[in-house]
């Protein structure tokens, strides 16, 4: 089993800026793929962020627009995603997710969401 806890949501003003961080302890190995998914109130989780096991490979949603950036530290079991520019849209839980394969909306390994919110 892996654990993954998030941290770093909060209310932030149009324009500011948050890191999320992500902390996975248990079974783990490096080569977890390791992503970032949000989520609103009757909506379906989306997609926001992915990092393979080296760093090498990363992947974003298009409504990202280069305002966030992902990165690993395998050394110390922990993910981040450094968001900019936000906007009230990005308003949403966000949850970190792993898989020994490739990670997706239907991986196996889930934190419990951490909150964020952009005001006006």
């Known amino acids: 089993q892996v654990q993954l806890v998030e941290s770093g949501g909060g209310l932030v003003q149009i324009g500011g800026s948050l890191r999320l961080s992500c902390a996975a302890s248990?079974?783990?190995?490096?080569?977890?793929?390791m992503g970032w998914f949000r989520q609103v109130p009757g909506k379906e989780r989306e997609f926001v962020a992915r990092i393979g096991w080296s760093g090498a490979y990363t992947a974003y949603a298009a409504f990202v627009k280069g305002r966030f950036t992902i990165s690993r530290d395998n050394d110390k079991n922990t993910m981040s995603l450094q968001m900019n520019s936000l906007e009230p849209e990005d308003t949403a839980v966000y949850y970190c997710?792993?898989?020994?394969?490739?990670?997706?909306?239907?991986?196996?390994?889930w934190g419990q969401g951490t909150q964020v919110t952009v005001s006006s």
């Open positions: 248990g079974r783990i190995s490096s080569r977890l793929s």
């Open positions: 997710a792993a898989d020994p394969s490739f990670v997706t909306s239907r991986s196996d390994y």
